[in-house]
């Protein structure tokens, strides 16, 4: 099944229907004021370029902690605020936060943020980012979105405008969880991706099953002849590291690296980062 399609609606579907569906009232009903009551908050997790040695970015991912619920996972609430039409406006929120971030970090590191489908489909992309941009005064080359393959499934003119137009702000565009969806590989000629995000389930399998390895392989080579970076997502072991590294993946994230941290922590790991580089990474 389809992770982009799964996610969420996974425990709707499930065999404990009535708490599935009572939990999902409750957490559309909290969701409501989240913004308002401030329980919103954006974590980054550090992106770490192989060639280089050093970490170039940090991928921005909300959280939501309400008081009696506690820490919702988003991969529990995104579904449940595209579903209550609450999406665009967290998404914006998210957006907006990460840009003025970002904009005060000591380095010009990139920050990328997730976009859902149903933004894609419904909010002018390109007024909103320049909006964010201007307003924050970070330089889109420092901007990345991140879509996932369910955004292509409406795979329309209008998409494609959106995309194309973030492209010409000069703002990149990374295609997340890739090989997890609905993977067609025409529509990597048609869409103007910068960057292929390798799900971490491929990560996990590397270094246990051969297959999983060629499948690696061959999105690695076939990236790098359609001139985008390749990222691997859920990095957790020198192992899996090495074997990436081995194959030509250009970007790592995981909790190799770090887990995502809250704002506070990000210049503190950029300094303790510059000091030791990759050699704390045991590789
Ligand atoms: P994603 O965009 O694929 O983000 C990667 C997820 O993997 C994050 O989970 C991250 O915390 C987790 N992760 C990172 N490194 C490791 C690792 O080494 N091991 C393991 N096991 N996990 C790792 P998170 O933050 O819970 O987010 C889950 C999903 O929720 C995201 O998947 C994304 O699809 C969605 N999401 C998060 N923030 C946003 C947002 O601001 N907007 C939208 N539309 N979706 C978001
Ligand atoms: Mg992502
Ligand atoms: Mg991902
Ligand atoms: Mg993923």
């Given at each position: 099944a389809s992770k982009a399609g799964g996610r969420g609606r996974a425990s709707f579907y499930s065999p404990h229907m009535s708490t599935g569906v009572v939990r999902r009232l409750q957490l559309e009903r909290a969701l409501r004021n989240a913004i308002a009551l401030r329980q919103l908050s954006v974590v980054f997790q550090p992106q770490l370029d192989l060639d280089e040695g050093r970490v170039v970015g940090f991928e921005a991912l909300v959280r939501w902690r309400h008081p009696d619920l506690g820490q919702v996972s988003p991969a529990e609430f995104i579904a449940v605020a595209e579903d209550a039409g609450l999406i665009n406006e967290i998404g914006e929120w998210v957006l907006v936060q990460s840009c003025r971030i970002a904009a005060q970090w000591s380095r010009p590191l990139s920050v990328a943020v997730n976009l859902s489908a149903v933004q894609v489909m419904t909010q002018d992309l390109p007024a909103l980012v320049e909006r964010a941009l201007r307003q924050s005064g970070?330089?889109?080359?420092r901007l990345e979105v991140e879509i996932t393959e369910s955004v292509l499934l409406n795979e329309t003119e209008a998409t494609l405008a959106q995309l194309h137009g973030l492209n010409r702000l000069g703002v990149r565009i990374a295609l997340d969880d890739?090989?997890?969806?609905?993977?067609?590989?025409?529509?990597l000629r048609r869409f103007p991706f910068d960057k292929l995000k390798i799900d971490r389930c491929f990560v996990q399998a590397l270094n246990r099953d051969p297959q999983a390895r060629v499948i690696v392989r061959a999105i690695i080579d076939m990236a790098t002849g359609l001139r985008m970076a390749t990222l691997a997502e859920g990095v957790e072991t020198p192992d899996e590291l090495e074997a990436l590294r081995a194959e030509g993946c250009t970007l790592v994230q995981g909790y190799l690296v770090a887990?995502?941290?809250?704002v506070e922590q990000v210049e503190p790991f950029l300094a303790r980062h510059a000091a030791s580089g990759v050699a704390d990474l045991g590789v």
């Amino acid at each position: 099944a389809s992770k982009a399609g799964g996610r969420g609606r996974a425990s709707f579907y499930s065999p404990h229907m009535s708490t599935g569906v009572v939990r999902r009232l409750q957490l559309e009903r909290a969701l409501r004021n989240a913004i308002a009551l401030r329980q919103l908050s954006v974590v980054f997790q550090p992106q770490l370029d192989l060639d280089e040695g050093r970490v170039v970015g940090f991928e921005a991912l909300v959280r939501w902690r309400h008081p009696d619920l506690g820490q919702v996972s988003p991969a529990e609430f995104i579904a449940v605020a595209e579903d209550a039409g609450l999406i665009n406006e967290i998404g914006e929120w998210v957006l907006v936060q990460s840009c003025r971030i970002a904009a005060q970090w000591s380095r010009p590191l990139s920050v990328a943020v997730n976009l859902s489908a149903v933004q894609v489909m419904t909010q002018d992309l390109p007024a909103l980012v320049e909006r964010a941009l201007r307003q924050s005064g970070l330089p889109a080359a420092r901007l990345e979105v991140e879509i996932t393959e369910s955004v292509l499934l409406n795979e329309t003119e209008a998409t494609l405008a959106q995309l194309h137009g973030l492209n010409r702000l000069g703002v990149r565009i990374a295609l997340d969880d890739f090989g997890t969806g609905y993977s067609s590989m025409a529509y990597l000629r048609r869409f103007p991706f910068d960057k292929l995000k390798i799900d971490r389930c491929f990560v996990q399998a590397l270094n246990r099953d051969p297959q999983a390895r060629v499948i690696v392989r061959a999105i690695i080579d076939m990236a790098t002849g359609l001139r985008m970076a390749t990222l691997a997502e859920g990095v957790e072991t020198p192992d899996e590291l090495e074997a990436l590294r081995a194959e030509g993946c250009t970007l790592v994230q995981g909790y190799l690296v770090a887990p995502p941290l809250p704002v506070e922590q990000v210049e503190p790991f950029l300094a303790r980062h510059a000091a030791s580089g990759v050699a704390d990474l045991g590789v």
